[in-house]
């Protein structure tokens, strides 16, 4: 399960066996947990909410998003890196 980093008191990370879902990070309160929040990232740099299975707040999720965005291109060199795949699935 790699964390790829912390926002306050969110850790953003992935599991290590979803490679045959397209790209997408989970956000977990503290610590990674199976109720976590999971974010889609797009072809075109952005991301969408899956769910809000962790019930973050509105306004703080927000904050989160912008900074998944952001972090569009690390977030898919990880992925490539830990998956060990040349080519990249979007959800859109």
């Not at 809000?52 to 291109?73: G, V, Y």
Request: charged content about 15%; overall charge neutral.
């Amino acid at each position: 399960m790699p964390s790829l980093f912390r926002i306050g008191s969110y850790l953003v990370f992935f599991w290590s066996n979803e490679n045959f879902e397209p790209i997408h990070v989970h956000i977990g309160k503290g610590k990674p947990s199976s109720n976590a929040t999971k974010v889609w990232l797009t072809a075109s740099g952005g991301c969408i909410v899956a769910n809000n299975s962790s019930r973050i707040p509105q306004n703080e999720l927000n904050e989160i998003l912008e900074i998944i965005a952001a972090q569009h291109f690390m977030i898919c060199d990880e992925w490539k890196n830990h998956f060990k795949v040349n080519e990249i699935k979007f959800y859109c």
